[in-house]
């Protein structure tokens, strides 16, 4: 049997009893802790509790600082109280967050939810993956890890599509609904993340050693930890392709791009509906790619359609604009769980992954906040279609210098292995 029907073969087997109850734990937890019922309403809520649009887009841009900052600092938390714990403090703290505008809607009430956002998220961000990735090793089943991470994130972006639409309706009736709902779901994530087992403690478990005390210390053992993984960096490097354009695209671009086409305000909610829906499809579909191709093919391809889906827009009209976003959002769906599956595989055995995967996630956001700045630039120059052009280029640059690095990476292991010079 070829290798790679072997492998598509043996994706197909049901995990055993356990290891499925603790990945429907976990398809819960995301779906509930990620479910914002407040998102497309947040800007108005706030406009009609008497900010203006310097303070809200100011509040954003202190979120986004504030996310980058707590990254490290909750990594080492997951690693010292166990990433379950993380999730469950994680998911306290978001439930507190999120009743905070219902109670104190104003300036100040709305910087404190958003900074108590920013550290909800930052301690879930690395813990909720290391605790996947680590507990179907754990239990023999590592392979399914990729689909449960694809699974669970293809039902969030399912539940947003059902209830998003409805969050209109159920603040007219009640001003306060979707804060409140906001609330009720995160709590029910808390009870995901309570009944989520324990991870033995091991080597490469939840815990460091007693011995490892003091941030510092942490910091350098986390950084040695790197270093010993060739790999690793190169891999993180080339996730911020992924995340980069996805982010950029969905939030910083969206709409200048369909205005930049003529498309009314009034049909960018359907749009950004079927890109959601296309982005879900590929997420539950992970498997679709990676029995033909390895993994960092997967993601290095999908990468590369991303980039130039968003540069074929450059040279089409409305309805092309739309089907070409939904293809990049697709792809973004397809290539997320299998690039989590590469870092976490890239994280030799140690106690230190929810801290080398915040790592990664200030990387990306780092690189984040600086293209977005560019944005800006391009946006106030009115070259659009350049900036398009020129983020394909980059990527694909960025993409071959990556390919290059990791290629010579493993020849250099084959050498080593076979006792070549």
């Not at 909750?74 to 109670?103: E, K």
């Not at 991470?149 to 059902?162: D, N, P, S, V, Y």
């Not at 990527?395 to 990556?402: D, I, P």
Request: aromatic share 8%.
């Amino acid at each position: 049997m070829p290798l790679s029907l072997r492998a598509r073969v043996k994706r197909r087997v049901r995990p055993p009893a356990a290891v499925l109850r603790v990945i429907r734990l976990n398809n819960g937890f995301q779906l509930l802790f990620n479910l914002l019922w407040w998102m497309p309403v947040f800007y108005q809520y706030q406009k009609q509790a008497g900010l203006s649009d310097s303070q809200i887009f100011g509040i954003q841009s202190v979120y986004y600082v504030a996310f980058c900052l707590l990254e490290i600092p909750t990594g080492f938390i997951a690693d010292r109280i166990g990433q379950r714990r993380c999730m469950q403090l994680g998911a306290a703290v978001m439930t507190a967050a999120n009743l905070v505008p219902v109670a104190w809607p104003s300036f100040v009430g709305f910087m404190a939810h958003f900074l108590a956002i920013a550290a909800a998220r930052s301690l879930v961000s690395g813990a909720s993956s290391a605790y996947l990735y680590e507990y179907l090793h754990e239990h023999g089943a590592g392979e399914h890890y990729v689909q449960a991470e694809g699974t669970a994130r293809a039902i969030g972006l399912w539940a947003k599509i059902a209830c998003w639409p409805l969050v209109g309706v159920l603040m007219h009736v009640w001003h306060q609904a979707p804060y409140v709902l906001t609330a009720l779901s995160t709590l029910g994530s808390l009870a995901c993340a309570a009944a989520l087992p324990a991870i033995a403690e091991r080597h490469g478990g939840t815990r460091p050693p007693a011995e490892r005390v003091g941030l510092l210390d942490s910091a350098r053992q986390a950084l040695k930890v790197l270093g010993t993984s060739r790999s690793l960096g190169p891999l993180m490097v080339q996730g911020v392709a992924i995340f980069t354009l996805g982010r950029i695209c969905q939030v910083n671009l969206f709409q200048p791009l369909l205005l930049e086409k003529d498309l009314p305000v009034a049909d960018h909610g359907a749009v950004l509906s079927a890109m959601t829906i296309a982005e879900a499809v590929g997420s539950a579909r992970t498997g679709w790619l990676r029995g033909r191709l390895s993994d960092t093919s997967v993601v290095t391809v999908l990468s590369v359609v991303m980039a130039l889906t968003l540069a074929a827009t450059t040279l089409s009209g409305a309805p092309a604009t739309i089907v070409w976003l939904c293809v990049f959002a697709a792809a973004a769906g397809l290539a997320y769980p299998v690039q989590r599956n590469l870092i976490n595989a890239a994280i030799p055995p140690t106690p230190y992954r929810a801290t080398l995967l915040s790592v990664e996630s200030i990387i990306d956001r780092g690189v984040c906040a600086l293209v977005a700045l560019a944005v800006g630039a391009y946006l106030a120059a009115d070259r659009l279609d350049a900036l398009l052009v020129h983020a394909a280029v980059g990527t694909c640059l960025l993409l071959l210098v990556v390919g290059v690095v990791l290629w010579r990476l493993r020849r250099d292991g084959v050498r080593q292995a076979v006792g070549q010079p």
